[in-house]
Each structure stands twice: as structure tokens, then as C-alpha cells.
């Protein structure tokens, strides 16, 4: 199946990642801008949900409807910390989702992700899945994460981040060719510390202020 990477290039989102990028940029203001993009990424990321037709009454007449068709809510899974952020906001659109978490940190010195959490709802073989995660640096978190959640076999699974860069797309789709991710931006590169550049530095630490 052949790799893909959606640049979701609206001018919104492209105006408040640069907001978010900026290093004077307080938490308080981070939080609600990762929010407001996240329903914007949303918006783009479910563009296929398929619909069906239901007969309804408006207060006028009779018509035919449309509503979302896939009988299991959608299922988005949070990779922790940062994940919190993207799914605070896509709750706001999707409020009837159900979410799963897993637990993962970044050893700083090895850069490969650590686990120590994992919980997804029941039925995940009848729902579509969304991970998100604000950053795809060296793509081995996300690697993880799908490693983890394919073993619970989605109906479908899509990659949603608000920065990725070169290598870790490159890297995440030499293991997961059949995910498709979806970012705001592809940055730079990466630098010998494993961050994005230009990026907007640490995500956990600035959406939780923990620096
Ligand atoms: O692509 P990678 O090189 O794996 O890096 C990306 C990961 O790094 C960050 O999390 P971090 O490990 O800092 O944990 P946190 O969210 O708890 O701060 C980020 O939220 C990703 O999960
Ligand atoms: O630039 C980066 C890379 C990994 N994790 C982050 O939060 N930022």
C-alpha cells in the first residue's frame, strides 16, 4: 500500500502553528492554540467518514438525512503526554469519540520510546483509530504506538501531528507503509538531540509548563 503524508496547509492552522512555534508564546496560550488546530486537523483528518441517510422530520417536513454511518464511534488514542493536547481538541468536535492512551517517553539519551501505559476501548476491530501526537521527530514513539495498537486490529488507522520531520516519515513509513499521516508541517530535519528543526522545542514541556 503506498505511503502517504497530507500536509494540512489551511491558512488557520498555518497561522497558529507559527504562533506556537514562537519560543514567547506562554503555556496558557500554547494549550488553546494546540486545541484550536487540533479541531481544524480533525476537520480534514475524518473528511471520508462515510454517511448514510436517515429519515428525519424538521419542523416543516419529512427528509432524508445524512448521519455518520459507522455503527462504533471512532476511536482516538492519545500517545502521552503530548497527545493530551490534540485530543482535548478533537473531543470538542467529536465529543462522543471514545479515546484510548498509551504511555510513552522518549529516553533521552538512546531516543527510543519507552511504554508505561497502555488502555483502548473494547470493539476495536469495528472502529476506525486515530493516534495523535503533536511531534514526529526521530518517528520511533509513533512506531511504538502503531507497533502496540495494530496488535488491537482497527477497522482503519490513521497518523495525526502537528510537526514532522523528514526522517522520522521516512522512518515511520519504512515500518507502517499502510498509515497515512496527517501533519501541519514537514520541518527540516532533526537535531543531534533528536529535535525538530526549526520545530517549536519540547511539546509536552510547553503544553504542560514542566520547563
Ligand atoms: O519521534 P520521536 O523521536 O519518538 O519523538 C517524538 C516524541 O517525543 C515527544 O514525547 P516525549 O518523549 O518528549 O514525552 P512527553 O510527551 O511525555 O513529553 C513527542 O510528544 C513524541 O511522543
Ligand atoms: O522537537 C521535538 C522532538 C521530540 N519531541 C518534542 O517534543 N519535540
Do not use: W
Given at each position: 500500500?503506498?505511503?502517504?503524508?497530507t500536509?494540512?496547509?489551511?491558512?488557520?492552522?498555518q497561522?497558529?502553528?507559527?504562533?506556537?512555534?514562537?519560543?514567547?508564546?506562554?503555556?496558557?496560550?500554547?494549550?488553546s492554540?494546540?486545541?484550536e488546530?487540533?479541531?481544524?486537523?480533525a476537520y480534514?483528518?475524518?473528511?471520508?467518514?462515510?454517511?448514510?441517510y436517515e429519515?428525519?422530520k424538521?419542523?416543516?417536513?419529512e427528509?432524508?438525512a445524512p448521519?455518520?454511518?459507522?455503527?462504533?464511534?471512532?476511536?482516538?488514542?492519545s500517545?502521552?503526554?503530548a497527545?493530551?493536547?490534540?485530543?482535548?481538541?478533537?473531543?470538542?468536535?467529536?465529543?462522543s469519540?471514545?479515546?484510548?492512551?498509551?504511555?510513552?517517553y522518549?529516553?533521552?539519551h538512546?531516543?527510543t520510546?519507552?511504554?508505561?501505559?497502555?488502555?483502548?476501548?473494547?470493539?476495536?476491530?469495528?472502529?476506525?483509530?486515530?493516534?495523535?501526537?503533536?511531534?514526529?521527530?526521530?518517528?520511533?514513539?509513533a512506531?511504538?504506538?502503531?507497533?502496540r495498537?495494530?496488535e488491537?486490529?482497527p477497522?482503519t488507522l490513521k497518523?495525526?501531528?502537528?510537526?514532522?520531520?523528514?526522517?522520522?516519515?521516512?522512518?515511520?513509513?519504512?515500518h507502517h507503509?499502510?498509515?497515512?499521516?496527517?501533519?501541519?508541517a514537514?520541518?527540516d530535519?532533526?537535531d543531534?538531540?533528536?529535535?525538530?528543526?526549526?520545530?517549536l522545542?519540547d511539546?509536552?514541556?510547553r503544553?504542560?509548563?514542566?520547563?
Amino acid at each position: 500500500m503506498p505511503s502517504k503524508v497530507t500536509v494540512i496547509d489551511h491558512p488557520l492552522i498555518q497561522h497558529k502553528l507559527t504562533l506556537m512555534r514562537r519560543e514567547e508564546t506562554s503555556t496558557a496560550k500554547f494549550r488553546s492554540l494546540l486545541i484550536e488546530i487540533s479541531m481544524l486537523l480533525a476537520y480534514e483528518v475524518t473528511r471520508d467518514l462515510p454517511l448514510k441517510y436517515e429519515v428525519i422530520k424538521t419542523p416543516l417536513a419529512e427528509m432524508k438525512a445524512p448521519v455518520l454511518a459507522p455503527e462504533k464511534k471512532l476511536v482516538i488514542v492519545s500517545i502521552m503526554r503530548a497527545g493530551q493536547g490534540i485530543l482535548d481538541g478533537m473531543l470538542q468536535l467529536m465529543p462522543s469519540a471514545r479515546v484510548g492512551h498509551i504511555g510513552l517517553y522518549r529516553d533521552p539519551h538512546t531516543l527510543t520510546p519507552v511504554e508505561y501505559y497502555f488502555k483502548v476501548p473494547h470493539d476495536i476491530e469495528e472502529r476506525d483509530m486515530i493516534v495523535v501526537d503533536p511531534m514526529v521527530a526521530t518517528g520511533n514513539s509513533a512506531i511504538a504506538a502503531v507497533d502496540r495498537l495494530k496488535e488491537t486490529n482497527p477497522k482503519t488507522l490513521k497518523l495525526v501531528c502537528l510537526l514532522a520531520a523528514p526522517e522520522g516519515i521516512a522512518n515511520f513509513h519504512a515500518h507502517h507503509p499502510d498509515v497515512p499521516i496527517y501533519t501541519a508541517a514537514i520541518d527540516d530535519c532533526l537535531d543531534e538531540h533528536g529535535y525538530i528543526i526549526p520545530g517549536l522545542g519540547d511539546a509536552g514541556d510547553r503544553l504542560f509548563g514542566t520547563k
